[in-house]
């Protein structure tokens, strides 16, 4: 996974697709597809949320108003509504990447939303069997803890 080789990926929205889970750069194509087109289950089956983050993610679950809860089947569904939220619409360009050991890698991406706002990401994935994931931490299960905490505007 090197740099230059990923540095070429550069997609419009209309050219994300469900691209598999077989590289690490394939499972971020298809968490864009899957969060962008409203595919909830493969987001879902897309994201690995365990150890602190999936203990915070199911104390929110428990957390929120029984109208709210009821609307989520699991704490994993509950995460992959919320980040499908998070993903602009526009372009994503794969700008760096790292090989943190045999079965993890980090992903930087430009993204760009249809107002042509521009975000950085970075991104970890691990191998999970035949399958990349794309890692929940902590920090993303407590910004979206602290949403759907905060009073509605």
């Known amino acids: 996974y090197t740099s230059s080789a990923l540095c070429s990926w550069k997609w419009p929205v209309e050219r994300w697709r469900n691209?598999?889970?077989?590289?690490?750069?394939?499972?971020?194509?298809?968490?864009?597809?899957a969060a962008a087109g409203g595919d909830?289950?493969?987001?879902?089956?897309?994201l690995s949320l365990s150890g602190d983050a999936r203990v915070k993610a199911v104390q929110l679950l428990e957390q929120l108003p029984a109208s709210l809860r009821g609307q989520f089947t699991s704490p994993e569904q509950m995460i992959a509504v919320l980040t499908a939220k998070d993903v602009p619409l526009g372009s994503a360009r794969l700008i760096d990447s790292k090989l943190k050991n045999e079965n993890e890698v980090a992903l930087a991406a430009q993204l760009v939303g249809t107002d042509?706002?521009?975000t950085y990401a970075y991104f970890s994935l691990?191998?999970?069997?035949?399958?990349?994931k794309l890692i929940v931490p902590v920090p993303v299960v407590e910004k979206y803890a602290a949403r759907l905490k905060a009073p509605s505007p």
Do not use: C, D, I
């Open 126 to 132: 691990r191998q999970e069997g035949e399958n990349w």
């Open 40 to 46: 909830m289950e493969l987001l879902e089956r897309s």
């Open 19 to 33: 691209a598999g889970s077989a590289t690490p750069v394939a499972a971020l194509e298809t968490v864009l597809w």
């Open 116 to 118: 042509k706002k521009t």
